[in-house]
């Protein structure tokens, strides 16, 4: 189709942000309804938790596709198109297919009144997509929480969750045990899920779910283990353990302890899912774990200087982000080119961007929900941190290189916004 076409079906789909975030099943499971339920035919790992679920799904479906299966993904938000949200076998839905899918989706909203919001409809989108390309698993990742999240309607072999911490209170709760009860809601009964929680409050909410639906729970760091070995030139390497099943030097090209554990969880969901028809050799791990590509989670993009773009947009994964800089890198100074929305945990995230960052520079992101730069300015004067305001992020991209030496790094981080806007600006005019 056109690029006019296309256009305008992005129009109508992106019209619905409007409608805001109304988390619910009704909705959905009505439209779905209209199609068939697609999304009870193919068996699914559904993936939750407050970060790493992205990293945590792109091991998963990488250890599966390269087993020999069809594999669909759906992820979100995207970083540059939307048609990266829905993959199948890492290659993005076409644009021809896209503008179709969202016209016939239209036609059933539109027929049956049915008022769904973006994600609902990109949900709906997805299940169908990935049930008429006869994929043999897909890949889930929840938008939000899990009990009331749309793709909690997918036919679930296994659930994973990734971790539990502090983020979009005003929809989750605001303690730690009534977010764990909404993403363990994604345990089905009698399934099997893997988990990685610290808190012994919220693993005790998820043990009680697991309980209450006779589902199996394995614990990383209990029943399996995944312990980081050294770093490599091309990332870092662990050893994993699972019963007798044992792999040395696993090597993954993402970097940070943190995806050392998500890739131990796709590992142990993987393995155990080998009744089901997925069989791979170590080898097979091996290879899948070492191609597995996420970008936008501490990508290194250039160097001399070193300009490293994360998607940190909590405490706890600013906490594992600035871990991981002074862990896996060496430099003199710290740039911080900053961005963040005003519904987080803001003045916590730049206590923690402050025990690195050595100069700011804030922008002002291209959303509705961005704070303003110049309270972020505040707060930082405030920790005795010399702060620049540049709301034009390629302005404020280039105004970082020019004030850093070779041996320094930029950082550029605060949200999945900040970064998509950055890439945006170097995928047509690098800094480097």
């Known amino acids: ?6 256009k305008k079906a992005l129009k109508t789909l992106y019209s619905l942000t409007t409608m805001g975030i109304k988390l619910g099943l009704d909705n959905t499971s009505r439209l779905l309804d209209h199609f068939g339920n697609p999304q009870l035919t193919t068996p699914t790992i559904h993936i939750a938790g407050t970060n790493g679920k992205g990293s945590t799904a792109a091991f998963t479906e990488s250890i599966l596709r ?8 759906y992820t979100s938000p995207h970083l540059l198109n939307f048609n990266e949200r829905i993959q199948i076998n890492r290659t993005p839905i076409s644009d021809d297919e896209l503008t179709k899918l969202i016209f016939r989706v239209q036609e059933k909203v539109e027929r049956y009144n049915i008022p769904v919001t973006f994600f609902e409809f990109t949900t709906v989108m997805a299940f169908l997509h990935f049930f008429e390309s006869k994929t043999d698993w897909n890949v889930i990742e929840v938008g939000m929480g899990g009990r009331l999240d749309s793709t909690n309607l997918c036919k679930v072999e296994a659930s994973i969750i990734t ?3 502090m983020d979009h209170t005003q929809y989750l709760g605001n303690n730690l045990q009534q977010i764990a009860y909404e993403k363990a809601c994604i345990i089905k009964d009698f399934g099997m899920v893997f988990a990685h929680i610290e808190d012994k409050g919220a693993l005790n909410v998820v043990k009680q779910v697991a309980r209450d639906r006779s589902a199996r729970l394995k614990l990383l760091g209990k029943d399996f283990n995944a312990e980081f070995n050294a770093v490599t030139p091309g990332g870092q390497t662990f050893d994993f353990s699972f019963g007798n099943f044992h792999m040395k030097e696993v090597e993954i090209p993402l970097i940070g302890r943190h995806q050392v554990l998500n890739a131990g969880l796709a590992l142990a969901a ?3 899912l080998r009744p089901k028809g997925i069989k791979p050799k170590p080898s097979v791990f091996q290879k899948s774990l070492e191609s597995t590509c996420w970008e936008g ?3 290194v993009v250039s160097r001399d200087p070193t300009v490293v773009m994360d998607s940190a947009h909590n405490p706890d994964g600013v906490r594992s982000l600035t871990h991981t800089l002074r862990e896996y890198f060496r430099f003199n100074r ?3 080119v900053i961005g963040m929305m005003e519904d987080k945990d803001v003045d916590e995230m730049l206590k923690l961007f402050s025990e690195i960052g050595d100069h700011f520079i804030l922008v002002k992101l291209d959303r509705e929900r961005c704070i303003d730069p110049a309270y972020l300015a505040k707060q930082l004067t405030g920790l005795q941190k010399p702060v620049e305001i540049i709301p034009d ?8 290189k020019k004030s850093s030496n070779p041996d320094d790094l930029i950082c550029i981080a605060g949200s999945i916004f900040t970064v998509s806007e950055a890439k945006q600006f170097l995928a047509n005019d690098p800094v480097a």
């Open 270 to 272: 993987c393995h155990k």
């Open 393 to 400: 992020i390629p302005y404020a991209l280039e105004t970082a």
């Open 163 to 165: 971790s539990i911490g």
């Open 297 to 299: 989670r501490m990508e």
């Open 1 to 6: 189709m056109s690029e006019p076409v296309l």
């Open 334 to 336: 710290c740039l911080m």
């Open 66 to 73: 390269t087993s020999g299966k069809k594999v669909g993904l």
